[in-house]
């Protein structure tokens, strides 16, 4: 704030000095008007610098803000999870834009990880909508076991909700204390909780969702491409997460580096098929 005094002074000093050396004075009224447009001319300059420096104030507070990471967290399973949970015994890829129809026989259990691998445009999201649907007779998710699915573009959200209410609606048992802790951890504040979705930054959506499937407790965790969007910061986090996550797992990356830190039990190559 001092420095910007400082200048402001120099700037009337410049103008003024400027005023007299040209003898605007003995010049009467247009005298007056070039003085005045030399002091139009320091306050211009004035307001131009105090948009710079406030700008450059919010920008830091910005990088602060980004400069935080979330805290260590792991996704609880669903309790009670025996047996089979999910089986794949059909699925439908692309091929030259054409649907192809395959055979497979995919069986996951808990704590079992199965990653799908295919360039873009076979159809990975596609299949692991059908997979998070139901929407195919090929695949089977045992009765009673809940889906977490994390989508790359967040459409699994409802961008009317607050996010107060779509927290609140992922839990079981809506538990408050316990849903603004976890919202905490994954540095969604107070202020933020009655924000809508849809006003939400891209990276802040992934968040929500992240923590949407921490307070749900899934038996069967589906990711679509889960570090897009997300602050480099929170990627080994998220990683160790979906490492120990102890249910069934179908995870679709594009990030060597963040596969190689989780556990994977199987991999389907949809290119070898």
Do not use: C
């Amino acid at each position: 704030m001092e420095d910007l005094k400082a200048t402001a002074k120099r700037v009337f000093n410049v103008g003024w000095t400027n005023f007299k050396r040209n003898s605007y004075l003995s010049m009467g009224t247009t005298g007056v008007m070039v003085m005045v447009l030399f002091l139009f001319s320091g306050l211009m300059s004035l307001s131009y610098l105090s948009s710079q420096i406030v700008s450059g104030l919010e920008e830091k507070v910005d990088v602060r803000k980004e400069d935080r990471t979330i805290r260590s967290f792991h996704i609880p399973a669903q309790r009670d999870l025996t047996g089979e949970i999910i089986r794949i015994t059909s699925f439908t890829t692309l091929k030259n834009h054409k649907p192809v129809t395959h055979k497979a026989k995919i069986s996951l259990k808990k704590n079992e990880h199965l990653l799908l691998s295919g360039p873009n445009g076979i159809g990975k999201s596609t299949l692991l909508e059908v997979i998070a649907k139901g929407a195919s007779s090929g695949v089977m998710v045992a009765p009673g076991v809940k889906v977490g699915y994390y989508r790359q573009d967040f459409s699994t959200l409802n961008f009317d909700d607050t996010v107060y209410d779509s927290l609140f609606s992922a839990m079981d048992k809506q538990d408050e204390h316990e849903m603004r802790s976890v919202a905490a951890g994954f540095l969604i504040t107070a202020d933020t909780m009655y924000t809508k979705i849809g006003s939400l930054s891209e990276g802040q959506k992934g968040l929500v969702a992240f923590a949407r499937l921490v307070l749900q407790k899934p038996g069967l965790l589906i990711f679509d491409e889960p570090t897009n969007h997300i602050n480099f910061r929170h990627i080994p986090l998220i990683a160790e997460a979906l490492n120990t996550y102890q249910g069934a797992m179908i995870l679709v990356s594009h990030v060597p580096s963040f596969v190689k830190k989780i556990r994977i039990d199987e991999t389907l190559d949809l290119e070898a098929l």
